[in-house]
């Protein structure tokens, strides 16, 4: 089946993310899926039937080269030649400016070919003023012709959005 991988900077707010659509009742977690790493977290999406995977948040502030590599050399085996891979949705924190290593990444999924969804998190944090700067910042970078979502695990906003933007994905 299709998959969504979702990526983002240690303490961008993904695992809250996460619990938050969990929490809808909308996925299910695969507890192990043979043959794959288990750093990898997949869970199944009812009722459309694709799979989100849970990728390890990347560069948290005290890792270490070796640590970051083993990062890269994990996401690499994993978005090179898989097919089923039909977009990554990107975590971003509203808070901050665009960062390299988001930077990095973005570029990086660009050049294999991979869709990127980007979503803007803790959305309920910035000046509407703000985050509608952030938005049209990335919206640039990533050359696309629509705005990030905006979403808050806090208040809920954008998670339909967001639900819909992936099944989308999903169904390319
Ligand atoms: P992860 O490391 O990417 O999994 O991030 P977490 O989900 O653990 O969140 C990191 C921190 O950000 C925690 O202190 C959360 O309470 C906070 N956080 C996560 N989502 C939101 C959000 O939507 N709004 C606000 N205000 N804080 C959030």
Same mark, same amino acid.
């Given at each position: 089946?299709?998959? @969504?991988a979702?990526?983002?900077?240690s303490?961008?707010? %993904?695992? =809250? ?9 909308? &996925? ?10 288990? =750093?990898?977290?997949?869970?199944? #999406?009812?009722? $459309? ?14 890792? =270490?080269?070796?640590? +970051? ?10 978005? +090179? $030649? ?5 977009? #990554?949705a #990107?975590?971003?924190?509203? +808070?901050?400016s ?10 990086? &999924?660009?050049?294999?070919? @991979?869709?990127? @969804?980007? #979503?803007?998190?803790?959305? $309920? %944090? ?15 970078? &990533? ?6 979502? &905006? ?22």
């Open positions: 089946e299709a998959q @969504i979702l990526a983002g900077r303490n961008v707010g %993904k695992s =809250s993310l996460v619990n938050r659509l969990a929490g809808q009742k909308k &996925l299910a977690k695969i507890s192990s899926k043979p043959g794959k790493t288990r =750093s990898l977290n997949y869970y199944k #999406v009812n009722p $459309d039937g694709y799979f989100l995977v849970d990728l390890p948040g990347y560069g948290y502030a005290k890792c =270490s080269k070796t640590e +970051r590599a083993k990062w890269a050399k994990l996401i690499e085996a994993y978005m +090179r $030649d898989n097919p089923q891979l039909k977009a #990554v #990107v975590l971003l924190d509203s +808070r901050l665009p960062q390299k290593l988001d930077l990095e990444l973005t570029s990086y &999924l660009r050049s294999l070919g @991979i869709p990127v @969804i980007p #979503v803007l998190t803790k959305a $309920d %944090k910035p000046k509407q003023r703000e985050l509608a700067k952030l938005q049209s910042q990335w919206q640039e970078i &990533l050359q696309q012709d629509r705005a990030p979502v &905006l979403f808050s695990s806090k208040t809920g906003k954008g998670e339909e959005k967001l639900w819909n933007l992936l099944c989308e994905f999903a169904q390319l």
